[in-house]
């Protein structure tokens, strides 16, 4: 399972990767992952989940939608800093919900 993988990637120690980076290797996007360097702990673009961002971007145009709503109904929003602060939410959940939404879109193509 690919949720799997990528929450390993990320809890990993010492961490190599961050929220963003780690939903893109455990998809084997290893060509995303410098890229990604810079959109982990509320640096995406608007403030969303890292792990969110990278699980849109590796859906593509016409997944993108489908797992951001998955992923607000999910965890209750998208921005990293009110997912932390307001909601408390783990970033080893954000990752997770981003790449189990990703793997059910990927499988229901």
């Known amino acids: 399972m690919q949720m799997n993988k990528c929450v390993e990637i990320f809890s990993e120690v010492p961490r190599r990767c961050n929220c963003a980076q780690a939903v893109a ?59 932390k602060k307001e909601l408390h939410v783990p970033c080893t959940r954000c990752v997770g919900c981003a790449a189990e939404l990703l793997e059910k879109y990927q499988n229901g193509k």
Not at 28 to 57: F, I, K, Q, T
Not at 72 to 81: D, K, R, T
């Open 25 to 83: 290797a455990g998809f084997d996007r290893d060509d995303l992952v410098p890229e990604l360097l810079s959109a982990g702990g509320g640096n995406a673009p608007g403030n969303r989940c890292g792990a969110l961002h990278a699980a849109m971007l590796i859906a593509g145009e016409n997944g993108a939608e489908v797992i951001r709503r998955g992923f607000n109904a999910e965890l209750g929003g998208e921005s990293c800093s009110m997912l």
